[in-house]
């Protein structure tokens, strides 16, 4: 059996001697959680913050205003700039964040439940990918965290 996604990037985080943090709003930690249920990952996670409304987008990662009122928070450039004000806030190599519909409700027939935008911010790379998970609110949060995962798996292996 393979080894789970948080201890992966893990090792790939320790050997290239980065910090990761998160910016998570459907998730709700559970990225973070993962990160730290792997032994030793204080070596390389800085922290993450759990901002579900607009205000805590605006005040703790600083996702601009217009930004939030033009696209939503569920939306490709909420995401990207909650990864780069994380990464900032923090002061880390990578920022991660994951903004989305977990459900059952809160869709719109242009934001379906299940719809996630996740991003990846560093200095010299950014990377936002749109999925749409088709489970309940805990399958669409468990999605959202291994693509999220996935996506800092491959930023490394293709870095």
């Not at 995401?79 to 780069?84: F, L, T, Y």
């Not at 991003?119 to 990377?127: A, G, K, M, V």
Request: aromatic content about 8%.
């Amino acid at each position: 059996m393979s080894e789970p996604l948080e201890v992966v990037v893990g090792k790939m985080l320790r050997e290239r001697k980065l910090t990761l943090t998160l910016a998570e709003s459907c998730t709700g930690g559970l990225i973070g959680h993962r990160i730290t249920d792997v032994p030793g990952s204080s070596e390389y996670f800085m922290g993450g913050i759990v901002a579900y409304s607009y205000e805590a987008k605006e005040k703790l990662l600083g996702v601009r205003h217009a930004t939030l009122y033009d696209y939503g928070a569920v939306s490709a450039e909420t995401a990207i700039e909650m990864a780069r004000g994380v990464r900032r806030t923090l002061g880390a190599d990578i920022g991660l964040s994951v903004t989305g519909i977990a459900g059952p409700g809160g869709g719109l027939p242009d934001k379906p439940v299940g719809l996630v935008y996740i991003s990846l911010s560093t200095r010299n790379f950014e990377r936002t990918e749109r999925f749409v998970w088709n489970k309940d609110r805990s399958g669409n949060k468990w999605d959202s965290s291994e693509a999220a995962l996935r996506m800092l798996e491959e930023y490394f292996e293709n870095a």
